[in-house]
């Protein structure tokens, strides 16, 4: 099947600190990308939809000046958590699809201490 | 979640037997997917099935859809230790496709 890859796979960071997250997808184009957040324990909430070339769509909640999402390219999106905080600690995870199959990224997980 | 619930939350069984895991969703949907994922690990697809099928198998794994309850159950058999994960249903409910809302996950416990 289709490689997504994420990187790094885990940061720890300082409060106030911002961190950029990327998504690839390895052998296929993706003009849309999604990004979710899973907190422990917990599923995965859809965070927003990245198109490339085009602004990202932010679901209900999640502040998008807090999560810039940039998708510059056909294989590339990329989430920065702006100003993070503890509570911003959390398993991001993206995802991209060549046909109506999902492919999911291995995650990042980010600590804000 | 966004979506919907499953349940049980949680399901401790030994090995050998059968585990159900069920989910609800709130929303029309143009398919419906089961993915597990070992603990603080990516996600790995299981099965999909669209918003026209009523039964799908693979292997050990048996997945039912309901469109009329918004319901669907996915049934692994004879389960295995190996099978220890949590389970989750996500339903693909975007204008384009792929654009998926998960549901709260079964945690699945397969005692040897």
New interface residues.
């Given amino acids: 099947?289709a490689v997504v890859s994420q990187h790094p796979s885990w940061v720890i960071c300082k409060s106030g600190t911002s961190v950029k997250i990327e998504c690839r997808s390895l052998d296929f184009q993706a003009t849309?990308m999604?990004w979710?957040r899973q907190f422990p324990k917990?599923?995965?909430?859809?965070m927003a939809?990245s198109n490339e070339g085009s602004k990202a769509t932010y679901?209900q909640g999640v502040e998008k000046d807090k999560f810039l999402i940039n998708h510059a390219s056909l294989t590339l999106s990329t989430l920065t958590v702006t100003s993070a905080h503890p509570e911003d600690s959390s398993?991001y995870?993206c995802?991209a699809?060549p046909d109506?199959?999902?492919?999911?990224?291995?995650?990042t997980?980010l600590t804000v201490l | 979640s966004q979506q919907g619930e499953e349940d049980p939350q949680a399901l401790s069984i030994q090995e050998g037997e059968n585990a159900t895991m069920n989910c609800s969703y709130k929303t029309s949907i143009n398919n419906l997917q089961w993915y597990r994922q070992n603990s603080g690990r990516g996600l790995v697809h299981l099965i999909l099935i669209r918003s026209n099928e009523r039964e799908k198998h693979s292997g050990r794994l048996r997945v039912t859809l309901d469109t009329s309850k918004k319901s669907s159950s996915l049934l692994i058999t004879a389960s295995r230790a190996a099978d220890t994960a949590s389970y989750f249903c996500a339903t693909d409910v975007g204008y384009n496709f792929n654009k998926f809302y998960f549901g709260s996950g079964t945690k699945l416990n397969v005692k040897p």
């Fill in positions: 099947g849309t999604f979710y917990q599923s995965l909430m859809l939809t679901e398993f995870i995802s699809s109506n199959e999902q492919f999911f990224g291995p995650g997980r």
